[in-house]
């Protein structure tokens, strides 16, 4: 069965620092590029950014909010997505989710085709003194 | 950045509705276009991918149209299960990025 579970959320103070975690199963996790999106209470979805495979480059690409605050790293050994979070703003909280497509099958570019079909259940996140 | 605009932000309808959602892209993304369906406390589901392709076990009452920059979500016949929020994503640049959502309310 192929799964996403995130874990790491949690209280922080504005500036502190916080790293999630997303277990991969299921799927060859190495082939696949790997995203993170949020929601804020009671907002819509927000893209956060995305690392591609190794095969591929392995580069990361963010959204603007999060463009140099925010860290997104892969260990392929482990078969787990991270995403670092330092220098946080309260608006930074939300509920954090993985997600990737298996339908892409690590298929490089098919990525971009063919939406994200798996989602994790995703991990609180909440920014506040 | 592409800016995906969503409309209605918000709709009513009855169970048997026939209901369209539309999206539109600030440039032309050609046909990348997805559509997710989210129901509260629950993560985004895939319904629509590449403008027009139906995900697999998605009900064919939901289809997508369009190209370009303008694009559509119908839902041909509004069941109890579909009231929830509906966001269409674009993935044609290197950032990705999502309208601002559809709510859709029973009536």
């Known amino acids: 069965e192929v799964q996403l579970v995130e874990s790491g959320g949690g209280l922080v103070k504005p500036g502190g620092s916080l790293r999630l975690s997303c277990a991969a199963s299921g799927f060859t996790f190495s082939n696949a590029w790997m995203s993170w999106v949020r929601q804020a209470p009671g907002k819509g979805l927000e893209w956060v950014g995305r690392i591609k495979s190794k095969t591929d480059g392995g580069t990361t690409d963010y959204a603007a909010p999060v463009k140099g605050r925010f860290t997104i790293s892969r260990d392929d050994s482990k078969n787990t997505l991270y995403l670092q979070m330092n220098s946080l703003k309260t608006e930074d909280t939300a509920v954090y989710y993985c997600t990737t497509s298996i339908a892409a099958a690590g298929g490089g570019n098919y990525y971009y085709y063919y939406g994200m079909d798996v989602w994790g259940q995703g991990t609180t996140v909440t920014v506040s003194s | 950045d592409i800016q995906m605009t969503q409309s209605p932000s918000s709709l009513s309808a009855s169970v048997g509705d026939r209901v369209t959602i539309t999206c539109r892209a600030s440039q032309s993304i050609s046909s990348y276009l997805n559509w997710y369906q989210q129901k509260p406390g629950k993560a985004p589901k895939l319904l629509i991918y590449a403008a027009s392709s139906l995900q697999s076990g998605v009900p064919s009452r939901f289809s997508g149209s369009g190209s370009g920059t303008d694009f559509t979500l119908t839902i041909s016949s509004l069941q109890p299960e579909d009231f929830a929020t509906y966001y269409c994503?674009?993935?044609?640049?290197?950032?990705w990025g999502f309208g601002q959502g559809t709510k859709v309310e029973i009536k």
């Open positions: 994503q674009q993935s044609y640049s290197t950032l």
